[in-house]
């Protein structure tokens, strides 16, 4: 009796083990069969870098989008990788005691903050500040990338805190023995020893600026044209897909969900990389 | 703060680089808590004051955009999504510990398996969501859908945070068992889980914390009526889609604060929680 409860436990949480295998599995065959063919039908090449989205006239390019996922991501990171870093360096090496403790909370508060709560400070805050400031409608790539600077700041920052606590004291202590100063040595011997983990906490904010929808969707504009300056509306992949995905058919919806095939390689290839790059580390 | 300063630029009078790290260091520290103070202050100074006792009545009009009705339906979600993705995850974390010998093939897959899942984005969710359960399984629109589809994207956080409350409970309290004549069975049940609980909680807290502020994955999946859940059949919005919706429609500002207030102090409370059991019950991994 016990033998066969044991047995029977053991196999139960083998599945359960399996479970989480299965569903990439599931999620890859799903998107796949669905994205693919639409893709063929449309062809490859005037799919991924066709400059007109229009689904009404049967023209299906997406790259409008792709620019779009680029820039706005690539305006985040300009924001978030650097306030980010010395936010990590302040709360692994500088903060006292009792700035830490409302500080911590606070990061990790902001990583719990909803898209939405996001998105809608965005939409009432920052796109007015932008239209006043610099012009246009204020729903633009700088305000997205702005928005989605401050959403990725907690995983860098806490990714990258903890490699830099990881450093070896004994690395701080030789700069310092060296003659250099507190800064110094934390900047010149500590964080040189912590790029890796710091590398990987800025592409896992990569990959979350690329997948943020809700928040961008808000605050974007979301024309479906390359944006000609940083002041001018753009559409992502992830905005595409919630926009038209409500009303679409048949072979505008099987687009949508080619368009969200490209959003998964896109994704998995930023998590292989991360993934090599920590093999090769180790 | 000045006087600290001054001190500061006194010992580096002759080493304004060191300074200028100094500075730029705390400069960022402080954009980072002023960001996160305006976006909360700002939210509660504009919300509050829109929070009426309306706001919380029990059916929704156009009229009267009722958010009780959303709030009711996250908590059903919630338990729904905990209900498919805990025992799950505690069960897979539990054989990669305890069954799994080290070295073997499948934990490397199963760690890389969840490291994809946790890094797909939530619309791809949604959409998986609506191609799977919603056509495929023929679930439909409904709170069932929603939950499946939640419970894979949160299943890989409670995995991790499971396996390594399970990993720091130390060798010596399974061998203690084994000793005393416990089956394996036995003591992962008595022994080590309960040690683990306090991981394992937390875990689940911050689980909870994603599914209230989901909303791309719950639109094609859960639906966005705005009425209280009849059965697990029926499609529901949760409080963030409700907040997304609103919000779209232009005509409901005001709701829309006070919304995002109370969306916010549920946060706040989550995570509060959270940082609370991971203290208080002794748990090490404070973060998740």
């Known amino acids: 009796m016990t033998y066969i409860k044991e047995k029977g436990m053991k196999l139960l949480f083998f599945g359960a083990a399996l479970v989480s295998i299965a569903a990439v599995i599931l999620i890859c065959v799903f998107l796949l069969a669905s994205g693919i063919p639409a893709i063929r039908e449309v062809g490859l090449f005037k799919f991924l870098l066709g400059t007109r989205w229009k689904p009404a006239n049967n023209l299906y390019g997406i790259l409008p989008m792709i620019v779009g996922s680029l820039y706005v991501t690539g305006g985040a990171l300009l924001l978030g990788v650097p306030i980010g870093i010395l936010t990590a ?86 700069g310092l023995a060296l003659g250099a100063s507190h800064e110094k040595s934390v900047f010149f011997t500590v964080l040189p020893a912590a790029k890796s983990g710091i590398f990987a906490g800025v592409v896992l904010g990569i990959g979350r600026a690329v997948g943020e929808t809700m928040a961008v969707m808000m605050v974007a504009g979301n024309q479906a044209v390359i944006p000609s300056s940083v002041l001018s509306g753009v559409r992502t992949l992830t905005t595409n897909i919630v926009l038209e995905m409500g009303y679409s058919t048949d072979l505008h919806r099987e687009m949508l969900i080619g368009t969200a095939v490209v959003l998964f390689v896109f994704i998995l290839m930023i998590n292989l990389s991360l993934s090599l790059f920590k093999r090769r580390v180790k | ?121 939530s619309i791809v969710y949604g959409l998986f969501g609506s191609l799977f359960f919603v056509k495929y399984l023929g679930l439909g629109l409904s709170l069932l859908s929603g939950a499946l589809t939640l419970s894979i994207m949160i299943l890989p956080l409670i995995m991790r945070t499971t396996e390594e409350a399970l990993r720091s409970v130390p060798d010596s309290y399974r061998e203690g068992s084994f000793g005393l004549g ?32 989901e909303s791309a994955a719950l639109i094609f999946t859960a639906g966005t009526v705005a009425e209280i859940a009849t059965s697990i059949f029926s499609s529901a919005r949760t409080l963030s889609v409700h907040m997304y919706s609103i919000s779209g429609e232009g005509l409901y500002l005001k709701q829309t604060y006070a919304t995002a207030v109370v969306l916010l102090v549920v946060v706040i409370l989550i995570n509060g929680l959270s940082g609370f059991v991971a203290k208080k019950l002794g748990g090490r991994n404070t973060d998740g």
């Open chain 2, 182 to 213: 416990a089956g394996k069975l036995r003591t992962v049940f008595s022994i080590v889980l309960p040690c683990a609980v306090p991981g394992i909680l937390s875990g689940v807290i911050l689980g909870i914390g994603r599914i209230v502020g």
């Open chain 1, 89 to 174: 360096v302040f709360l692994a090496r500088f903060a006292p005691k009792n700035i830490y403790t409302p500080l911590k909370s606070a990061v990790n508060l902001m990583a719990g903050i909803p898209s939405v709560v996001y998105g809608f400070f965005g939409l009432v805050v920052l796109v007015p500040f932008i239209r006043e400031t610099f012009g246009g409608r204020g729903m633009s790539v700088l305000t997205a990338s702005l928005l989605l600077g401050l959403m990725i700041l907690p995983t860098i920052i806490s990714v990258s805190e903890t490699s830099i606590r990881a450093v070896p004291e004994s690395y701080y202590e030789g």
């Open chain 2, 1 to 121: 703060m000045t006087g600290y300063l001054k001190r500061k630029w006194r010992a580096y009078r002759h080493d304004p680089k060191s300074f200028f790290l100094f500075l730029s260091v705390c400069l960022a520290a402080l954009i980072t808590m002023l960001a996160l103070v305006f976006i909360i202050a700002y939210i509660l100074i504009k919300g509050i004051p829109n929070i009426t006792p309306e706001l919380f009545d029990s059916s929704y009009t156009t009229e009267n955009v009722s958010l009780l009705p959303a709030l009711i339906n996250t908590l059903f979600i919630t338990l729904l999504s905990l209900l498919f993705a805990v025992p799950v995850g505690i069960g897979a974390a539990i054989y990669l510990t305890e069954y799994a010998r080290r070295g073997n093939k499948l934990i490397s897959v199963v760690g890389i398996t969840a490291e994809t899942l946790s890094g797909i984005p």
